[in-house]
């Protein structure tokens, strides 16, 4: 079996690249279908999603079985101000790999987002709930994913949130930093998510990438917090006398202000992972405390 991986030097390509390595996750060892796997991890130097051309070239001479696409342009703020460059990677460029894939018998699997929904519902999103992104990232990630159902037979779209690992920049290891330097911080607790660990993350997609169980997944640690909950968990377990407060997103815009407006509650619900495939993703807090523990030891 050949995999392929673009935006590989990315956080989540990063991950996948270890645990196709390692050939296991803190879950459990990944399936035996990748015993003697070739994978090959191409970054945005080496294969540019948006270069039709070339992305051809490079996939028609390397037949993969499965295309792992983790490349994006994942700037949410820096979107709103570009939204050329969101649409050519998010949309285009998924567009470009769903022809390509479909054009060499390849499997597909597309990395998408919590923002294509509005965050205004009460309860966690389902696979088969109504999209209405408000961001350009949001917007741009899901005609991403339109554009793979529509182009590619054999696709699996898994949707996550709020990630965090040990490369790139992220949220958990931003305020373990912050929690070292400062006696208190200020953080949003009117915006709710749920925090996944690629780790985890790359458990699923490894698992379900083998199987023909095609269509859409939602993939995120198991439990929802808001930014508050999870940085003031953060700081718990690293054991920090940093002091955490609550402020609201409108208190927040005062002292940074944002171009995106996010959304209010983007939870979304393992509820394919449920049905289709065994549901290992851990909860939240659980898999936060080994991520974090880890990371203070350095
Ligand atoms: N991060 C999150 O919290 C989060 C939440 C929900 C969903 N997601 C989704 O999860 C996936 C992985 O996210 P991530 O956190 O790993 O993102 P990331 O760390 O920003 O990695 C994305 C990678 O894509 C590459 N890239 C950008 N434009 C490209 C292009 N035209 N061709 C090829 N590669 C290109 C980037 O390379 P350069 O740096 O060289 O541009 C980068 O290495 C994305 O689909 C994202 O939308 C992420």
Redo the contacts with the bound molecule.
């Keep these: 079996m050949k995999i392929l991986i ?9 991950e996948l690249e270890k645990v196709l390595t390692e050939k296991k996750c803190s879950i459990g060892a990944i399936g035996k279908d990748y015993d003697n796997c070739d994978y090959l991890t ?4 080496d ?5 039709f051309e070339k992305a051809k070239e490079i996939l028609e001479v390397n037949k993969p079985d499965i295309v792992i ?7 949410v703020d820096e979107c709103e101000s570009n939204p050329e460059k969101a649409m ?3 949309a285009v ?1 998924a567009k470009n790999l769903a022809v390509i894939c479909q054009g060499i018998n390849s499997k597909l699997v ?6 294509v929904f509005d965050g205004e519902s009460e309860s966690p999103y389902c696979e088969w709930d109504l999209c209405n992104p408000k961001t350009i ?1 949001g917007k741009s ?1 899901l005609l991403g994913e339109r554009y793979v159902r529509e182009f590619a037979k054999k696709y699996f779209i898994i ?7 040990k ?5 958990v290891k931003t305020i373990i930093d912050l929690g070292k330097k400062k006696n208190k911080i200020e953080v949003v607790n009117d915006q709710i998510g749920n925090p ?1 660990n ?1 780790n985890d993350l790359a458990y699923h997609i490894l698992d379900i990438a083998t199987t023909e169980d095609y269509g859409i997944y939602n993939c995120v640690g198991e439990g929802c917090c808001s930014w508050f909950d999870l940085a003031a968990k953060i700081v718990d377990y690293a054991d920090l006398s940093c002091k955490v407060a609550p402020v609201t997103t409108l208190e927040y815009q005062k002292i940074d202000f944002r171009a995106a407006k996010r959304p209010r509650n983007s939870s979304l619900c393992n509820l394919m992972l449920k049905v289709c495939k065994k549901n290992r993703m851990r909860r939240w807090e659980e898999t936060l405390k080994d991520f974090v523990l880890d990371a203070i030891k350095k």
Excluded: E, M, P
């Design positions: 673009t935006g590989a030097k990315g956080q989540l390509g990063s191409l970054g945005s130097t294969l540019d999603i948006t270069d696409n983790c490349a994006a342009y994942t700037n050519a990677v998010n460029g597309h990395i998408s987002t919590d923002y990232y990630k949707r996550t949130s709020w990630l965090y690992g490369n790139g920049k992220n949220f996944t690629v």
